[in-house]
T-cell receptor, first 112, second 108 residues
Framework: DAMVIQNPRYQVTQFGKPVTLSCSQT?????MYWYQQKSSQAPKLLFH???????NEADTPDNFQSRRPNTSFCFLDIRSPGLGDAAMYLC???????????FGPGTRLTVT | AQRVTQPEKLLSVFKGAPVELKCNYS??????LFWYVQYSRQRLQLLLR??SRESIKGFTADLNKGETSFHLKKPFAQEEDSAMYYC??????????FGTGTRLTIIP
């Protein structure tokens, strides 16, 4: 049973056209994370929500925003995608901070 | 700052031979270390964490604070061990920092 679900699995968007990636979880975990992973690189944390508290990483571009309307769902919004934003985007959850993280399958974003 | 270094991007080992995936970290406090694994076409998942001191799928990892290392070891490699392995550190604000990963290939 999928516990962390990401939709879509593949997303193609045009340069500058806003795009939203979604993540949902059935684990009722408090923390949800968004990572960006480029080819042959480590996953890089963009931001995370601890319940409703948003925590942005200092080097996350303003172009990236997130929403968490409820415990189960979290969205990643890219306001004006550039070619450099093409990557795999991973959503993860954990019961609380510092605990094991459960990852979704990822959404591969292509920017044309 | 917290940093994780995995010096080997690729590692090939014969089936039945010992495996060691290296991981070194940099962190000023008391870190929590993890190994995550990604098998082909599967999602990233936790393999083991240092605090639990478990052996998972025959793998063990010992935290060596003196050498700031957390190497992953298995005495006898199996073909199903072929995967991408990431060492990760949880430190400041429980942020998880990943190494760049090692792709392990087991040669039959």
């Amino acid at each position: 049973d999928a516990m962390v679900i990401q939709n879509p699995r593949y997303q193609v968007t045009q340069f500058g056209k806003p795009v939203t990636l979604s993540c949902s979880q059935t684990l009722n975990h408090n923390v949800m994370y968004w990572y960006q992973q480029k080819s042959s690189q480590a996953p890089k944390l963009l931001f995370h929500y601890y319940d409703k508290d948003f925590n942005n990483e200092a080097d996350t571009p303003d172009n990236f925003q997130s929403r968490r309307p409820n415990t189960s769902f979290c969205f990643l919004d890219i306001r004006s995608p550039g070619l450099g934003d093409a990557a795999m985007y991973l959503c993860a959850t954990s019961r609380t901070a510092g605990y094991e993280q459960y990852f979704g399958p990822g959404t591969r974003l292509t920017v044309t | 700052a917290q940093r994780v270094t995995q010096p080997e991007k690729l590692l090939s080992v014969f089936k039945g031979a010992p495996v060691e995936l290296k991981c070194n970290y940099s962190y000023s406090g008391s870190p929590e270390l993890f190994w995550y694994v990604q098998y082909s076409r599967q999602r990233l998942q936790l393999l083991l964490r240092h605090i639990s001191r478990e052996s998972i799928k025959g793998f063990t990892a010992d935290l060596n604070k003196g050498e700031t290392s957390f190497h992953l070891k298995k005495p006898f490699a199996q073909e199903e061990d072929s995967a991408m392995y990431y060492c990760a550190l949880s430190g400041l604000r429980e942020k998880l920092t990943f190494g760049t990963g090692t792709r392990l290939t087991i040669i039959p």
